[in-house]
């Protein structure tokens, strides 16, 4: 009863609210991660989030008891987001240890960006992407001289940023499984992908209580409330109105690395900023585009 008294309160909450709660966590964790490796190596940061994380969905989902009664392929597709999540997770926060975090946002929206630009059907869709792309082109203040092993691990999460999108939109629109217990199935078998990863840099944080406070609550707002909150969100919005949306990450990435880092942006950026920003603004829905409908099942696994 209480199940059902909730869920239409998820439901009635614009699917855009989600994202922008998404959208705030997904920086701020990772911003919090940064200062926490002068204590922990950046792989056992890494780690020690994806298995916080998963500890969290554990006790709250139980998702284990779901894998028996899943098909080959749905299994198949929660195994590879968890690899996803593993590696992405990882070479992320390789990278935000060597460059700034507004950069790293930058970089890891480029190929999101082409997700939404195959349903960019209207001339405003197509001003919009191309004020979205030249805000991140100007955040982008990277040199490639300065920092080449960064640039690749940013560009590598990029790429993976993006499989996580597709394969995350496929587990929340699955017939077979609940997004959020996908999500935690998911998380679970990343927490195992990972551990050969970042079990070494992690260990002296089991000695450090202070440390591994941290380090969980850099889990649950780096693994748990954003992702939540993207299952959430891309059950009900098209692939392609998620993935401009995630123009926004690099400007609450700038905003977040002021706020915590001190990384302050140049004028440059701050115009890259609104340009990412207007460009979201821009960006209309097309009528024909599919959305599921508010009883949708995925909302109302949020338990």
């Known amino acids: 009863m ?4 909730r869920a239409p309160i998820v439901q009635r909450i614009p699917p855009h609210a ?11 964790g990772p911003a919090l991660a940064v200062l926490l490796f002068a204590r922990i190596d950046v792989l056992g940061v890494a780690w020690l ?17 779901l894998w028996q009664w899943l098909d080959r392929p749905t299994r198949w597709l929660l195994t590879g987001w968890a ?15 060597r460059l700034p975090l507004g950069s790293v946002a930058a970089i890891e929206f480029l190929p999101v960006i082409v997700l939404a630009a195959f349903a960019a059907r209207t001339r405003r869709n197509i001003v919009a992407l191309i004020a979205a792309v030249g805000g991140v082109y100007l955040l982008t203040d990277v040199q490639l001289i300065a920092e080449p092993l960064g640039i690749a691990f940013a560009v590598g999460n990029a790429v993976l940023f993006a499989l996580y999108i597709v394969l995350g939109h496929r587990v929340a629109r699955s017939r077979h499984v609940a997004g959020i217990d996908g999500l935690a199935l998911s998380m679970l078998i990343a927490a195992v992908i ?9 260990a002296s944080a089991f000695a ?12 649950i707002c780096s693994s748990v409330i954003p992702y939540v909150s993207d299952q959430l969100a ?24 002021v ?9 440059t950026e701050i115009i890259g900023v609104g340009l990412v920003v207007a460009g979201v603004a821009l960006h209309q829905e097309r009528p024909s585009e599919p959305a599921e409908p508010p009883g949708s099942r995925d909302v109302s696994a949020a338990r």
């Open 194 to 202: 990972a551990l050969p990863i970042g079990i070494g840099q992690a």
């Open 49 to 65: 989030r994806i298995a916080a994380a998963a500890v969290v969905f554990a006790v709250w989902r139980r998702p284990w008891r």
């Open 208 to 219: 450090d209580p202070i440390a591994l406070a941290a380090a969980t609550g850099v889990g």
């Open 234 to 257: 891309m059950a009900r919005l098209p692939r392609a109105t998620y993935a401009l949306m995630v123009s926004l990450l690099p400007a609450t990435a700038t905003v977040i690395g």
């Open 259 to 267: 706020l915590v880092l001190t990384q302050i942006p140049s004028p």
């Open 83 to 97: 690899a996803v999540l593993a590696v992405m997770n990882s070479v992320f926060y390789l990278a935000i240890d």
């Open 18 to 28: 989600y994202f922008v709660v998404s959208a705030v966590f997904h920086y701020l």
């Open 2 to 5: 209480a199940e059902t008294a």
